[in-house]
């Protein structure tokens, strides 16, 4: 028995959706891993800003750890599931601390609570950007919600801001680490 145009449409279209699914579960499953690592870093380094201050050089340390760290997950996915070119991610790392380093060299001198909420926005506008590009909904949520939350322990709560950053930043990437893999 042949089948008509409609239902052949329908077919190709339940088809695209699951396509659309399943490569968000797989998007998911390997960002989920990222979020846990870097909750974990936000933790500590806004933790121990929180405590002192003056410690606040922790950050350089758990960057570089967390930088290695995150590149080793990326490593690690990578073996299992697709061959990628690493030097492509090397040049995208290179071409981040270029930038970054030319928007600092260009901004007035930020410290304190003002560079404790640029990076968490940066890396919420990456994670809506990566959202919005493969069509995740729940990365999306994830960069709009970090920034948001951000935002309002910078204006909210500025004596409190790492200790907010650390409960609610680190818990926060965590907790969506949780989300995307619970696809």
């Known amino acids: 028995m042949p089948i008509s145009r409609n239902e052949a449409a329908d077919a190709l279209?339940?088809?695209?959706?699951?396509?659309l699914v399943s490569s968000s579960a797989y998007?998911?499953?390997?960002?989920?891993?990222?979020?846990?690592?870097?909750?974990?870093?936000?933790?500590?380094?806004?933790?121990?800003?929180?405590?002192?201050?003056?410690?606040?050089?922790?950050?350089?340390p758990l960057v570089i750890v967390g930088s290695f760290g995150s590149g080793w997950i990326d490593a690690r996915a990578r073996r299992a599931a697709e061959k990628r070119d690493w030097r492509r991610s090397a040049a995208i790392w290179v071409a981040i601390l270029f930038f970054l380093g030319a928007l600092f060299a260009i901004l007035p001198p930020l410290g304190g609570s003002r560079l404790g909420a640029f990076f968490p926005i940066l890396g919420g506008f990456a994670y809506t950007l990566l959202?919005?590009?493969?069509?995740?909904?729940?990365?999306?949520?994830?960069?709009?919600?970090?920034?948001?939350?951000?935002?309002?322990?910078?204006?909210?709560?500025?004596?409190?801001?790492?200790?907010?950053?650390?409960?609610?930043?680190?818990?926060?990437?965590?907790?969506?680490?949780?989300?995307?893999?619970?696809?």
């Open 13 to 19: 279209r339940a088809i695209s959706k699951t396509e």
């Open 27 to 60: 998007r998911y499953a390997r960002a989920a891993p990222q979020l846990f690592w870097w909750g974990a870093i936000w933790f500590v380094g806004y933790g121990v800003t929180y405590v002192k201050a003056e410690w606040s050089a922790v950050w350089i």
């Open 131 to 183: 959202g919005i590009w493969h069509r995740g909904i729940r990365l999306l949520v994830t960069g709009v919600a970090i920034t948001a939350l951000t935002l309002l322990g910078f204006f909210w709560f500025p004596d409190y801001f790492a200790l907010w950053m650390a409960i609610i930043g680190g818990g926060g990437l965590m907790l969506g680490g949780v989300w995307l893999r619970s696809l």
